[in-house]
């Protein structure tokens, strides 16, 4: 919306009936929220003058909420649900009596914080600290595809204790995102009480003035001083916070100022009392006997996301007699697929950088096309949503860090993106114990155990450069969160056993199948990644001595179809051979879908059981007995050769 198109919409606004509809809200709030005997009415009631003026002059509404050119509206403080869905409603885009009837009801979609699985919520929120950074995300996809739209980001005031809030600030003003603008519902008190005692150091203005953001103060339930801080808001070019003073439980004498309504409904006596000061008819019993007829009929919805139109390319094949790293591979797919994917008929596809963009090999893309590379600094838990967020407004995201940072630092934030229905690709080197002399800190040997508790997020562990471009190319067509993991050395091609490469031109990916690299009848060794041509120089070692085994590639080690499964169960002695924790990795996948499918697979693990010393990846492989000779003298020693 242009500026003049925007302050005629100021200028139009009918606060008296403006100031009736928050009543309305505010009737509303305490009603769904006394009826539930649960939920969060003193800040829905303080943000709701606020949250109806925004909502009413947004171009948001029922037509339009799948258009990339809407004006989106982010919700951090996710636990205002009611006043959200209150102003969802009288926009129309939600039905009035469903939500304050089901508000909290054990399978309802109306949950006690926001989901995007309602229409209109841009983003799940309900871990503090993550609205901000999602809207740096819309910002950021709304720039590369050129589209012109506002948004706006409410945010309590205590939320603002987090640090992931500083890095979504920076970010803003780095790439200048001035169609940001933050409300804060500056009401001062949190669940222990008021925010000057909780964290008496928090200046929530001087912070954002720090930062580089224009900073404005306004009576929160005065709606003229709300229109003009709006009207101020969209003249400014650099990023707005508007901070506005609010009272905890607005409109209720016995409410207001009262940290106990944070999180804690009225009684039904208090609630009558409420209305009855309000000068509203009481509707709690109409919506009792509503409630009573609520049958949970579907699983919940996910959200929609925008459709994408990918120019895969062509696959870029390492000959056998190359070596090189993985992560290099991935930089040089990506690389190829940020440029074939410039032309207006495809999605666009954006990288984020924390720091590391010569360790990961997202330089190429800096270099090459520096409008679709996000140098986020060190700030994993904000690149993290705002990747995951960029990637629900119409580009592909990949985001690049070291396993310990994108998987196990941000776990909270990759779990909120599946949560969101999210589409990120997140690429990590230094995975597993191939991480060279940095030291345990950086060994990131738990992202598969941690990642499979997500219930949508695919794992994939590529074992050579050829598979590495394959599998990037693969990820960025599929819709869906996707893990692709890979260490740190140089890596040699995978080969057929006539010395051909063994994922060439004619190799096609399925996600969840296996490869079998080796043929043998005495048994297989299963690996993925760094392991497999470790696991190819056991098969060598132990032919030598008589015994003839498979290797089995493994590239997803959370998840195996039945077809892949079937044929490792058909080995009468298997092993797993990986750089995990093996308890949560490849041998837990093993023994789970055995134990499921009443299966007896005689199976041994070699992997990691402790935190290991650093140094060269060769000898670290050796200490924790996991070299090709020691692992291959323990499967002799066991089969009894």
């Not at 769904?32 to 303080?46: I, K, N």
């Not at 990023?239 to 439980?249: F, K, N, W």
């Not at 345990?440 to 990642?451: Q, R």
């Amino acid at each position: 919306m242009d500026f003049q198109s925007f302050s005629d919409k100021i200028a139009g606004l009918d606060y008296s009936r403006l100031e009736q509809e928050a009543l309305l809200c505010r009737g509303d709030i305490l009603t769904m929220t006394t009826l539930a005997a649960s939920g969060h009415p003193g800040g829905s009631m303080s943000t709701i003058d606020v949250l109806l003026t925004v909502y009413n002059i947004a171009n948001v509404n029922r037509n339009n909420l799948h258009d990339l050119n809407r004006d989106r509206i982010f919700v951090s403080h996710g636990h205002i649900s009611p006043a959200v869905y209150s102003c969802l409603a009288k926009k129309g885009i939600l039905p009035q009596d469903e939500y304050i009837a089901y508000f909290r009801k054990a399978g309802s979609m109306y949950e006690g914080h926001i989901e995007r699985s309602i229409p209109g919520v841009e983003w799940t929120t309900g871990n503090l600290g993550q609205g901000l950074s999602a809207a740096c995300g819309a910002a950021v996809a709304g720039k590369v595809n050129g589209n012109e739209f506002d948004i706006y980001v409410f945010m309590g005031d205590g939320e603002h204790e987090k640090g992931q809030i500083t890095e979504a600030r920076r970010f803003a003003v780095k790439y200048n995102l001035s169609n940001i603008t933050v409300i804060v519902d500056y009401n001062a008190l949190q669940i222990s009480g008021d925010i000057s005692n909780v964290m008496p150091s928090m200046n929530i203005a001087e912070s954002y003035k720090s930062d580089g953001w224009e900073v404005l103060h306004i009576d929160g339930h005065n709606f003229k001083e709300i229109a003009g801080a709006l009207l101020k808001a969209k003249s400014c070019s650099r990023p707005v916070c508007i901070i506005a003073e609010t009272s905890m439980g607005s409109g209720v004498s016995f409410m207001e100022h009262k940290a106990c309504f944070h999180g804690a409904p009225l009684s039904e006596e208090q609630y009558y009392e409420a209305v009855k000061e309000l000068k509203l008819e009481p509707s709690l019993e109409k919506y009792k006997e509503m409630r009573k007829g609520f049958m949970w009929a579907a699983p919940h919805i996910k959200a929609e996301n925008p459709k994408i139109n990918i120019n895969q390319g062509s696959r870029i094949i390492y000959n056998a007699d190359v070596k090189t790293d993985n992560r290099s591979a991935f930089g040089a797919a990506l690389l190829d697929l940020v440029k074939i994917n410039k032309p207006k008929e495809y999605t666009d596809v954006v990288v984020f950088d924390c720091d590391l963009a010569g360790s990961v090999k997202t330089n190429g893309v800096e270099k090459n096309y520096p409008e679709n590379f996000f140098q986020c600094g060190i700030s994993e838990h904000h690149t993290a949503v705002c990747a995951g967020a960029a990637s629900v407004n119409g580009v592909i995201s990949f985001f690049a860090d070291f396993g310990m940072f994108g998987v196990d630092e941000v776990y909270n934030q990759q779990r909120l993106n599946e949560i969101n229905s999210a589409n990120i690709k997140l690429v990590t080197t230094h995975v597993g114990i191939d991480v060279g002399e940095d030291g345990k800190t950086h060994m990131c040997i738990d992202y598969i155990g941690l990642l499979r508790n997500i219930f949508d997020f695919k794992i994939i562990v590529p074992a050579d450069p050829n598979q590495v471009d394959i599998v990037i190319r693969h990820a960025a067509k599929e819709q869906g969160n996707f893990h692709i993991a890979m260490g740190r050395s140089k890596v040699p091609v995978i080969t057929k056993e006539d010395g051909s490469v063994f994922f060439d031109e004619n190799y096609e990916y399925i996600y969840g199948a296996i490869d079998i690299i080796r043929q043998g009848l005495d048994g297989a060794v299963l690996a993925y990644g760094s392991t497999l041509y470790r696991a190819v120089q056991v098969h060598d070692i132990l032919k030598s001595k008589g015994l003839n085994f498979s290797v089995i590639n493994v590239s997803c080690p959370a998840y195996i179809n039945d077809e892949a499964f079937n044929k490792i169960a058909g080995y009468k002695k298997i092993f797993t051979y990986e750089d995990h924790i093996s308890s949560t990795g490849l041998y837990c996948t093993i023994a789970n879908m055995a134990l499921s499918r009443k299966k007896f697979i005689d199976a041994t693990y070699f992997g990691v059981n402790e935190f290991p010393m650093s140094g060269q990846s060769d000898e670290v492989y050796d200490m924790l007995s996991l070299s090709p000779e020691k692992v291959a003298e323990k499967i002799i020693k066991e089969m009894g050769a």
